[in-house]
């Protein structure tokens, strides 16, 4: 696994009139990431701002902090623009489709290769096993196991089950996205 190095404190979320905090959301093409940021946006009466077939860029207001969140286009072409996204990143959401178990290999690279960018040493992730709702949904014991992330050591991280459909687990979404928040405001 390529889980390594060690990883300290999230970086500092700042308010409002200085800078925006910025919400990465990254995945596999069709794990749901358009779907979370379109529910997101419900919840938090997010503006679209220069949405296109690449990346979708929002901004919300959570807790009086303007948060800037970015949904970027899973396909294999599209991955290589993902790290001019990394360095302002201050949290990352990384959605997985939990009934494609053929390309759960192929995720845990492209997670591992994401994590490896030091720009996002300190960055909290939140991993979501999508589409809970389906037949042959695996369990979040088999994702953690398939994913290696019980080999993630040394990095603020926490997986959550949730059915971007159907709205299952997206109060849990929205309350670690606050809590990260809130963490910072103290």
Same mark, same amino acid.
């Given at each position: 696994?390529?889980?390594?190095?060690?990883?300290?404190?999230?970086?500092?979320?700042?308010?409002?009139?200085?800078? =925006?905090?910025? &919400?990465?959301?990254?995945?596999?093409?069709?794990?749901?990431?358009? @779907?979370?940021?379109?529910? !997101? #946006?419900?919840?938090?009466?997010?503006?679209?701002?220069?949405?296109?077939?690449?990346?979708?860029?929002?901004?919300?207001?959570?807790?009086?902090?303007?948060?800037?969140?970015?949904?970027?286009?899973?396909?294999?072409?599209?991955?290589?623009?993902?790290?001019?996204?990394?360095?302002?990143?201050?949290?990352?959401?990384?959605?997985?489709?939990?009934?494609?178990?053929?390309?759960?290999?192929?995720? =845990?690279?492209? &997670?591992?290769?994401?994590?490896?960018?030091?720009?996002?040493?300190? @960055?909290?992730?939140?991993? !979501? #096993?999508?589409?809970?709702?389906?037949?042959?949904?695996?369990?979040?014991?088999?994702?953690?196991?398939?994913?290696?992330?019980?080999?993630?050591?040394?990095?603020?991280?926490?997986?959550?089950?949730?059915?971007?459909?159907?709205?299952?687990?997206?109060?849990?979404?929205?309350?670690?996205?606050?809590?990260?928040?809130?963490?910072?405001?103290?």
């Amino acid at each position: 696994m390529c889980f390594y190095g060690p990883i300290s404190l999230i970086k500092k979320i700042l308010p409002t009139g200085s800078h =925006r905090s910025r &919400l990465l959301i990254l995945g596999l093409d069709n794990a749901g990431k358009s @779907t979370l940021t379109a529910r !997101l #946006s419900e919840i938090y009466n997010g503006e679209s701002k220069e949405p296109n077939k690449q990346v979708s860029e929002w901004t919300l207001i959570i807790n009086n902090y303007k948060v800037q969140l970015w949904d970027i286009n899973g396909d294999l072409k599209n991955r290589q623009m993902w790290p001019n996204y990394y360095q302002k990143a201050k949290v990352l959401i990384f959605i997985l489709d939990s009934k494609d178990a053929v390309r759960l290999s192929e995720a =845990r690279c492209v &997670l591992c290769d994401v994590l490896m960018h030091h720009e996002l040493n300190r @960055t909290p992730l939140l991993i !979501l #096993s999508n589409k809970k709702d389906t037949s042959g949904s695996l369990p979040m014991s088999t994702v953690i196991d398939l994913m290696g992330l019980d080999r993630l050591e040394g990095r603020d991280w926490t997986i959550k089950e949730c059915s971007m459909q159907t709205g299952a687990g997206i109060q849990e979404i929205v309350d670690w996205i606050t809590n990260k928040i809130d963490k910072k405001k103290k």
